[in-house]
């Protein structure tokens, strides 16, 4: 009897302890980023959904060599230029000790050299034409620059979509773990209720 009752009071004091750590779980720090060319933006938040204005942005390179560093805006929004394709890690830090990493590879990176207009060229040539169009114009594009257009200009509509789905993704997973906490909670407190009745019976 005395045993059961030890268990059933460990299983609250277990609950209690688990909603007393909501709060640092919601406040866990996150970072998310992405290439745009030769920058890197990206967003500091807290896994409750909270910006992290007063964080800060440390981007290392694959050496492990400080590249840059920033203070995100009051939104926790961040932009750094990157000298050139490689891979880097983004850390963001508080001063209370939270740290949250992200990594962006080579690929996502323009090189610093390759500018998106830099390579198109334009080769007009006008053809009198008695009963046609006064001029026919033909563009040369640079297929590099053309690639590094387009990948430029994905990036900046697909990144802040990969950040929402990440953020959504990161809330889920503290709901599930405040409704697991929860149930536990729930089930040791009918446990106890259906226990003190049966000795009162």
């Not at 807290?46 to 939104?75: R, Y």
């Not at 323009?110 to 007009?124: K, L, M, Q, R």
Request: charged letters at 20%; one cysteine or more.
């Amino acid at each position: 009897m005395r045993q059961t009752n030890k268990c059933l009071l460990l299983g609250v004091l277990f609950s209690l302890s688990g909603i007393c750590s909501m709060p640092v779980s919601a406040h866990l720090l996150k970072v998310f980023a992405w290439a745009e060319g030769n920058e890197i933006v990206g967003n500091a938040y807290f896994a409750g959904g909270v910006a992290a204005g007063g964080a800060h942005i440390k981007v290392f390179d694959g050496q492990h060599q400080l590249v840059a560093e920033v203070s995100p805006d009051s939104k926790g929004d961040f932009r750094i230029k990157v000298p050139g394709a490689a891979d880097y890690s983004i850390v963001a830090d508080t001063e209370d000790g939270h740290v949250a990493h992200w990594e962006i590879k080579t690929a996502e990176v323009a090189a610093p050299d390759v500018n998106p207009t830099a390579g198109v060229t334009s080769n007009v040539t006008h053809h009198a034409v008695t009963n046609g169009p006064a001029a026919v114009t033909n563009s040369a594009i640079d297929k590099a620059a053309l690639e590094q257009l387009v990948q430029t200009a994905v990036a900046k509509e697909v990144g802040p979509l990969r950040m929402e789905l990440q953020r959504y993704a990161d809330r889920l997973r503290l709901s599930d773990l405040l409704g697991g906490i929860g149930f536990i909670f729930g089930l040791t407190g009918s446990a106890l209720w259906w226990r003190s009745r049966k000795q009162q019976q």
